[in-house]
């Protein structure tokens, strides 16, 4: 199943929450098997590096 995930902020690095809550739904849709793909806002209020950003590829 392919995922689309829209997210108001980043969700990595997990640090409040919100960003909690979005990693870790998108951890068990990965786990159960789902492609997800994830959109996110990066504004200037929670900005993160590109550098932070993780990139998880499991499965084929």
């Not at 951890?27 to 990139?55: C, D, H, Q, W, Y």
Request: glycine share 6%; net charge positive; aromatic share 6%.
């Amino acid at each position: 199943m392919k995922i689309l995930q829209l997210c108001l902020r980043v969700p990595y690095p997990p640090r409040d929450g919100a960003t909690i809550a979005m990693y870790n739904l998108s951890e068990s849709l990965i786990t159960a098997g789902a492609s997800v793909k994830a959109l996110a806002f990066n504004t200037k209020k929670s900005f993160v590096p590109e550098k932070k950003l993780m990139r998880v590829t499991k499965g084929g």
